[in-house]
């Protein structure tokens, strides 16, 4: 059983930062891509990063690109997300999900396992 538990969310004021932790159980972690998604109220999943099984090759969401990074430590079974320059219209729930494969991807149809989310709030 893969389980996904992501930490690290918060209160924050515009322009502050946060860094998600997604810890992952099970034994192939490396095996697998890796992949940050977010959902505001009212609003569908969206996606944010991702990154391949090495951890060489990254995509980020225009809307975060420059401020976001996805990154991940194979030895600990965990992706990190370094979220800066923290804005209002970041407020949502995020969600880490892992890969059907080892190469990164920005589909959601192409993650089999997700977390439970964590909220980030970014005041004005």
């Known amino acids: 059983q893969v389980q996904l538990v992501e930490s690290g969310g918060g209160l924050v004021q515009a322009g502050g930062s946060l860094r998600l932790s997604c810890a992952v159980s099970g034994r192939t972690f490396r095996d697998y891509a890796m992949g940050w998604f977010r959902q505001a109220p009212g609003k569908e999943r969206e996606f944010v990063a991702t990154i391949n099984w090495s951890g060489a090759i990254t995509s980020h969401a225009d809307s975060v690109k420059g401020r976001f990074t996805i990154s991940r430590d194979n030895a600990k079974n965990t992706v990190y997300l370094q979220m800066n320059s923290l804005k209002p219209e970041d407020t949502a729930v995020y969600y880490c999900?892992?890969?059907?494969?080892?190469?990164?991807?920005?589909?959601?149809?192409?993650?089999?396992?997700w977390g439970q989310g964590t909220q980030v709030t970014v005041s004005s």
């Open positions: 999900a892992r890969g059907i494969g080892s190469g990164y991807t920005r589909e959601r149809s192409e993650y089999d396992y």
